[in-house]
């Protein structure tokens, strides 16, 4: 119980706490890893958690010593992999429903009308260009799902940008966390890494129309 509100106090801010979180349960923390970026990747109603400045943040405690960068490239992209997969089958399942524009409970309907308006930009790209994209990312394999795309073209997808997004992300954190500079702005570089991880998702969004202003 304690150790479930102690991970629950942090949960929000967890990139900035993953250090003492390692120190503190140790071998645990990559399943806390794997918790976190399988919810933010497979369930549609956990936009909120954290991604990109997560993987990062990781990847520069692994430069430490501290984490194992060859287990948590695969333990995390076979969790965004995973992650991506359930999403889309909460897609299939819940398709008659969006089809009839029923209320899901928990779920914007303006993000699966930006998220389907994506797909008919990009196709299945969407899929690669989401991982980079807050919410969207967590959007789009549902929307896969409702729109019925085909499962082997998801799959492929899916693997491609599960890997390219935690080992791009990832190996960010193992080279350039440990600098100096960056250690001794950890946290004005980790609000950094998320509000640019929001820019190519903006641009693309303009560019296609998506977003008018």
Request: with cysteine.
């Amino acid at each position: 119980m304690e150790f479930t509100q102690h991970f629950l106090d942090n949960l929000m801010q967890l990139d900035e706490h993953l250090n003492s979180i390692t120190s503190e349960y140790g071998l645990l923390t990559y399943f806390l890893l794997f918790a976190i970026i399988f919810c933010e990747t497979g369930l549609v109603v956990t936009p909120f958690l954290p991604g990109d400045s997560l993987l990062f943040a990781t990847g520069a405690l692994a430069a430490r010593g501290m984490l194992d960068l060859p287990t948590l490239i695969i333990i995390l992209c076979v969790a965004s992999i995973v992650g991506n997969t359930v999403n889309y089958q909460i897609g299939c399942f819940l398709r008659n429903k969006v089809a009839n524009h029923e209320n899901i409970i928990f779920i914007k309907q303006e993000y699966i009308d930006r998220a389907n308006l994506f797909f008919k930009k990009n196709g299945g790209k969407t899929l690669l260009i989401a991982r980079f994209v807050p919410v969207i990312r967590c959007v789009a394999p549902f929307v896969a799902g409702v729109g019925a795309m085909q499962y082997s073209k998801f799959i492929y997808y899916n693997v491609v940008g599960g890997i390219a997004w935690v080992s791009s992300l990832l190996l960010g954190g193992y080279f350039f966390g440990h600098l100096a500079v960056v250690e001794d702005n950890f946290s004005f570089f980790i609000l950094a890494i998320a509000l640019i991880s929001l820019v190519p998702g903006f641009i693309t969004l303009f560019r296609k129309n998506i977003i008018k202003v």
